[in-house]
Each structure stands twice: as C-alpha cells, then as structure tokens.
C-alpha cells in the first residue's frame, strides 16, 4: 500500500520508455521509487537497445507477482517459526520460575 499523502494530484512517471501520468495521493518521491523498480525490471527482461515489447509489462507484472508472493511465503513462514521460538522460550521461563506450562495453555481443554 502506498502512503497516502492526502491530495491527489497528476504525477508524470516514465515506464518502459514511455511516459504515464497517473493521478494519486501518494508521495511523488514514492511513485517514481517504484517506476525505477518497474524499469529495472524491465531492462532484466528485454535486452539492451530493444524496445519493449508489447508484452513486457506484462511480463513485468507477473515477475514482481512472483516476488512479491515468495517473499509473503518467506515472511509467513518466519513469523511461524518465531512463534515456535517464543512458544519454547516462554516454557523455559514458566518452568525456571516455577509458573504454568505454556505447552498445558496451548492444550485443548
């Protein structure tokens, strides 16, 4: 989600060799931050001193699709772990003081 910075207003963005204006709320800064991730994507997929084709962007967008699915996958799959962590670090500590076991709370009743 891109921040919002309250009014919107035409920002002109250069994508793939062309020239796009879109009107936003976001940050300027931010939009044309992004466009840079556009394009450097885009030159990984067209070769140097080639237009793009008509299907790069597309390309493009299933390429940071790809990214951006594999890093939600990497994040969940460390958030999992570090409950698992927390969970074990909490028993250690409920048993060197001598309080309730997580593991018995985390039990089905």
Known sequence: MLPSGG??????????GQTVRVV????????????????RKLQDLVP???GAP???LLLVAL???HDAERERSLRT????RTRGVMRRLLGLVDAA?????????????
């Open 7 to 16: 009014m919107s207003r035409t920002v002109e963005l250069r994508i793939g």
């Open 24 to 39: 936003s709320s976001a940050d300027e800064a931010e939009l044309q931050r992004l466009a840079g991730i556009v394009n």
């Open 48 to 50: 140097p001193g080639k």
């Open 54 to 56: 008509p299907h790069g």
């Open 63 to 65: 390429a940071l699709a």
């Open 77 to 80: 799959g460390l958030e999992v």
């Open 97 to 109: 003081v001598g309080g309730p076991s997580l593991a018995a709370a985390d039990r089905p009743g």
